[in-house]
């Protein structure tokens, strides 16, 4: 008996699949905090590149506070603020490596 164990969206650790987001954002659709483009002129494979990796990036980052949060939930500590969440973002976008994540 064979069990499927790939998720059904997204393949394995990753928040969107790769072939999803390419082809979303040559449509001209500014998906996950990314650019928009003209869907008619379409975009090199470098900026696409950067653009699903900058995607991934925010998205890993944004998991993180959302970690933080409900750690924050499990001790009864007030949420954070927004200014505060904010802050958080941007130390963990800065703190994540480039080749942390590969586009496959």
Not at 63 to 83: C, F, G, I, N, S
Not at 96 to 104: A, F, G, Q, V
């Given at each position: 008996?064979?069990?499927?164990?790939?998720?059904?969206?997204?393949?394995?650790?990753?928040?969107?699949?790769?072939?999803?987001?390419?082809?979303?954002?040559?449509?001209?659709?500014?998906?996950?905090?990314?650019?928009?483009?003209?869907?008619?002129?379409?975009?090199?494979?470098?900026?696409?590149?950067?653009?699903?990796?900058?995607?991934?990036?925010?998205?890993?980052?944004?998991?993180?506070?959302?970690?933080?949060?409900?750690?924050?939930?499990?001790?009864?500590?007030?949420?954070?603020?927004?200014?505060?969440?904010?802050?958080?973002?941007?130390?963990?976008l800065e703190r994540?490596?480039?080749?942390?994540?590969?586009?496959?």
């Open positions: 008996m064979v069990i499927a164990i790939r998720p059904s969206r997204g393949g394995f650790l990753r928040p969107f699949g790769t072939a999803w987001f390419i082809i979303e954002f040559l449509k001209g659709n500014g998906l996950e905090g990314s650019r928009k483009i003209d869907s008619e002129v379409g975009a090199p494979m470098v900026d696409i590149h950067q653009e699903y990796k900058g995607a991934l990036h925010r998205n890993f980052a944004e998991d993180a506070v959302a970690r933080d949060e409900e750690r924050r939930k499990k001790k009864k500590l007030p949420p954070l603020t927004p200014e505060e969440a904010e802050e958080r973002l941007k130390l963990y994540i490596p480039y080749k942390l994540t590969k586009m496959r």
